[in-house]
């Protein structure tokens, strides 16, 4: 019995958690470099709304930001898929790119700098600024032009999102039945990404497309909102596979905070999921312990070093309890601290795995 209680006590020290005080926290918190993949508070600053203002802010502002330790966000530049029909597509992608350039970085000097490299996210951290970066949210802003990619790119966009809720001529979208995949046209599109250093962003497309952009790519690809399907079965979500091939290609998943893309709860209550719900129904909240979980379930099956932030701010309707906004980080940082992933860990996830496949797209490209 002797025995065994000193064995006990030896191994105790190996499974208790450790308790992190506030201070510890924010030690942490502020030694990372917080890069978020995707944030849609764009789609209100367009029609004039200032980021700077707190009135009738939702998930982000500049306080917010400063508050949460933000130290680089993608913008997204989103264009609605009923620009397909409509006609203006590539019009709508440049008031977007305008809106993040001039209403966001040029209006707000003192607080953001544009960023197109991840040596200039490094340099806005240095100089105490947020580094604004673009990403265009839906392939149909090219209107099945590779050329205009180069001027997207001149601009400042470092990412497109191939598709978004409707299938393209060249590539499917996860939110349509037909599972259509790249054509020539979509491989095309892919070898001038990776020519110019874009991103591929395959947050949004089929599962057919998916694949075949794993195998077209010539650079690692990247989820700049998505979580784990195995944990909620969202067809928006990545399977496992899916994450493995990410991982070993050098990519990144970048979690959305989205409660549907968290709990299979959230998903299960939200019309969005499932159309046959009231228009008006409320999903389930998530919660920050399960976000937790996506982070641990993907450092489980693919490691640390491909887990990001994507947290779809500003572009979701529900965020979990203790993450309804972008001040709220350091209550990430905390749970995820007190879940076992250490202070490296996080510096990893918040920016370090961002900065690394950043530089292998610049790389592939040179």
């Known amino acids: 019995m002797r025995r065994l209680l000193l064995l006990g006590l030896c191994l105790l020290p190996l499974t208790a958690q450790k308790k992190w005080s506030d201070e510890e926290v924010m030690a942490v918190h502020r030694s990372a470099l917080l890069i978020d993949g995707h944030n849609d508070v764009t789609s209100?600053?367009?029609?004039?709304?200032?980021?700077?203002?707190?009135?009738?802010?939702r998930h982000t502002s500049i306080g917010k930001l400063r508050a949460g330790g933000t130290g680089a966000q993608f913008f997204a530049a989103y264009v609605s898929v009923n620009f397909i029909d409509s006609g203006g597509s590539a019009r709508r992608a440049l008031e977007m790119i305008d809106t993040i350039r001039h209403d966001i970085v040029a209006r707000?000097?003192?607080?953001?700098?544009?960023?197109?490299?991840?040596?200039?996210?490094?340099?806005?951290?240095?100089?105490?600024?947020?580094?604004?970066?673009?990403?265009?949210e839906g392939g149909h802003a090219i209107e099945n032009e590779p050329r205009l990619l180069r001027a997207f790119y001149d601009l400042g966009v470092r990412?497109?999102?191939?598709?978004?809720?409707?299938?393209?001529?060249?590539?499917?979208?996860?939110?349509?039945?037909?599972?259509?995949?790249?054509?020539?046209?979509?491989?095309?599109?892919?070898?001038?990404?990776?020519?110019?250093?874009?991103?591929?962003?395959?947050?949004?497309?089929?599962?057919?497309?998916?694949?075949?952009?794993?195998?077209?790519?010539?650079?690692?690809?990247?989820?700049?909102?998505?979580?784990?399907?195995?944990?909620?079965?969202?067809?928006?979500?990545?399977?496992?596979?899916?994450?493995?091939?990410?991982?070993?290609?050098?990519g990144l998943i970048m979690i959305n905070l989205g409660c549907e893309f968290i709990s299979q709860r959230s998903a299960d209550t939200s019309p969005w999921i499932?159309?046959?719900?009231?228009?008006?129904?409320?999903?389930?909240?998530?919660?920050?312990?399960?976000?937790?979980a996506h982070f641990e379930h993907i450092r489980r099956i693919a490691g640390v070093d491909f887990i990001g932030l994507g947290s779809d701010f500003?572009?979701?309707?529900?965020?979990?309890?203790?993450?309804?906004?972008?001040?709220?980080w350091p209550n990430l940082t905390r749970a995820l601290l007190e879940r076992g992933f250490s202070p490296d860990d996080i510096r990893k996830i918040y920016g370090g795995n961002f900065l690394r496949f950043m530089r292998a797209v610049e790389q592939a490209a040179r």
């Open 314 to 328: 500003d572009g979701v309707s529900c965020t979990p309890k203790g993450l309804e906004d972008v001040s709220k």
């Open 44 to 57: 209100r600053t367009v029609r004039g709304w200032d980021i700077a203002s707190e009135k009738d802010a």
């Open 159 to 250: 990412y497109m999102t191939l598709t978004h809720t409707r299938n393209l001529d060249w590539a499917g979208s996860s939110a349509e039945k037909e599972e259509r995949g790249l054509n020539g046209l979509g491989r095309r599109i892919i070898a001038e990404m990776n020519r110019l250093g874009m991103m591929v962003d395959v947050a949004h497309v089929s599962d057919r497309t998916f694949w075949d952009v794993l195998e077209a790519s010539r650079a690692p690809v990247f989820s700049s909102h998505s979580s784990a399907r195995a944990l909620s079965n969202i067809p928006r979500n990545l399977s496992d596979d899916q994450i493995r091939a990410i991982a070993k290609k050098g």
């Open 274 to 292: 499932n159309p046959s719900l009231p228009k008006n129904a409320r999903c389930e909240q998530a919660t920050l312990e399960e976000v937790v």
């Open 108 to 136: 707000h000097p003192d607080h953001f700098v544009l960023a197109t490299t991840a040596a200039e996210i490094e340099a806005a951290r240095r100089a105490g600024r947020i580094a604004a970066l673009i990403g265009i």
